[in-house]
């Protein structure tokens, strides 16, 4: 489980205006707005991309270091995990 | 294979977190817009409603159903006595309370009050920056200078106070003034309403007294680009999710919790929210008469709301991709309009027809519209 996939949940509503994006799940009132990065990723969790890809991608994409790119990066999936935002699967 | 029935747990009922008390059914002003309609008085004091042991009642009632917060509206709710009672009692049971008045009857005796018992938050109906405007819109003379006097005691006790400004054709040239005054006074927001089209509010939009979907639009742009920021003071205008930016989405309540309240009107009956002061077909009955726990757990139209929103919402409202989130704004208005909960908010179905209703808040095609097909079935 050290190296999870994460794979978007299908139902989500996912909107992106300007450099923000709206996501959540129409049978609940939990909306999550996420900015430019957070689309990126969001982008990624297409149930192919294991974490260290993702880590991988945001420090070829972005002026991040890997430890703190894989840091910021399991906070903000916690967060869409626990929404049901996206799948984790091992 | 059938399923044993103790497997299948009944859905739950959902908390009722909030009970909005319809104080008084009577007003010291006589506003052109107001959707609840009350009875002008000019007397201080209004006849004695449900007694305070009735609304002590209903509190304690409600109590084991989830309640953690009161509104104190009316009418002007100040004019009935049972208003301290009220809030000190809900103090007592650690309830947060919030106040709706037009601030004429408030002073720093009133103010201190307010104060020791914590009340958390009280809005003023303030509609311009000066006496001619906002009297113009009130049909009072004076009430300016003392909802300003109650501004200046509410504030003066350090208490959290946002003004409330209903816009409309007369007093659209006048909202950068009225902002200065809030800011003037140290008011911690400032909340403008579109005027909603029940009772007295209906009677202002068919006089063309009020603005369109359009002008509430383009105001509404303009307060984000220029005026916004020209002002420290927190801004929010109450018009649908789908019309605000998405950060704004979320942060800005925008909807009511109709799946979480309960109205109890002035003379003791409950309702779906203060829309029972006008339909008895949305009053579901009397704390005299019947418990509150049956009330919520049983009432018909509350099953509705339960059941059948927002899946079932019609029109604009079924395709809208906040609907879960919005519950279609205010129910109360569009039944008034339709006779029917799960109509269209007028508002939005305004803005659809007018092409001004934006693509990206719909249900697409692909997408699950949620028991709405977008393109019904050949
Ligand atoms: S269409 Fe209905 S659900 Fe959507 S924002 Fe408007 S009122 Fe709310
Ligand atoms: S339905 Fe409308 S009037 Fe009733 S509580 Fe909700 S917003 Fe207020």
Not at chain 2, 140 to 158: H, Q, Y
Not at chain 2, 227 to 255: M, Q, W, Y
Not at chain 2, 287 to 316: C, H, T, Y
Request: charged share 25%.
């Amino acid at each position: 489980m050290d190296n999870p996939l994460y794979r978007q949940n299908k139902a989500v509503i996912f909107r992106q205006e300007q450099d923000e994006a709206l996501l959540f799940n129409p049978d609940n009132a939990d909306i999550v707005v996420i900015n430019s990065t957070g689309c990126f990723i969001w982008n990624l969790c297409n149930g192919k991309n294991r974490k260290k890809d993702i880590v991988n991608s945001l420090v070829e994409e972005f002026d991040v270091s890997p430890s703190k790119a894989e840091e910021d990066l399991l906070k903000f999936l916690a967060e869409l995990e626990n929404k049901k935002l996206v799948e984790k699967k091992s | 294979m059938s399923l044993p029935q103790n497997n299948v747990s009944a859905p739950k009922t959902p908390e009722l977190n909030c009970l909005y008390f319809y104080l008084t059914s009577y007003c010291n002003l006589n506003c052109s817009h107001c959707w609840i309609a009350p009875t002008y008085l000019e007397k201080v004091v209004a006849p004695e409603e449900a007694e305070f042991a009735l609304l002590k009642e209903v509190i304690d009632q409600a109590l084991p159903l989830g309640l953690k917060s009161i509104k104190i509206t009316g009418g002007e709710p100040f004019l009935n006595e049972n208003i301290g009672p009220l809030i000190a009692y809900a103090f007592s049971k650690q309830l947060s309370a919030n106040i709706e008045t037009n601030a004429t009857l408030i002073d720093d005796a009133w103010a201190e009050f307010l104060k020791e018992n914590s009340v958390k938050h009280i809005a003023v109906s303030l509609d311009g920056p000066n006496s001619t405007i906002h009297e113009g819109i009130r049909n009072k003379p004076g009430c300016f200078d003392k909802a300003v006097e109650g501004i200046k005691s509410l504030k003066r006790c350090g208490l959290n106070v946002q003004i409330i400004m209903s816009l409309c054709g007369r007093n659209l040239g006048y909202l950068e003034e009225t902002l200065d005054l809030a800011e003037r006074y140290g008011v911690d927001s400032f909340k403008i309403n579109c005027i909603s089209g029940i009772a007295r509010g209906k009677a202002f939009q068919n006089q063309g007294a009020t603005l369109t979907v359009k002008d509430y639009l383009e105001i509404h742009e303009k307060i984000r680009s220029t005026i916004g920021p020209r002002h420290k003071i927190k801004i929010l205008f109450d018009i649908p999710p789908a019309f605000k930016p998405l950060r704004d989405v979320k942060n800005e309540a925008g909807s009511c919790c109709i799946k979480n309240i309960l109205g109890v009107l002035a003379d003791g009956s409950i309702s779906m929210c203060g829309i029972g002061n006008l339909l008895s077909s949305l009053k579901f009955g009397h704390i005299r008469e019947n418990k509150l726990r049956d009330l919520w757990q049983e009432n018909a139209v509350l099953k509705i709301i339960r059941d059948e929103m927002p899946s079932k919402f019609k029109g604009i409202c079924g395709r809208c991709i906040l609907k879960a989130f919005c519950m279609g704004k205010c129910r109360a208005e569009a039944y008034y309009a339709n006779n029917d909960l799960l109509s269209p908010f007028s508002f939005c179905e305004e803005a659809f027809k007018a092409g001004l209703f934006p693509q990206g808040r719909l249900f697409n095609n692909k997408e699950d519209s949620h028991g709405q097909p977008i393109i019904p079935a050949k």
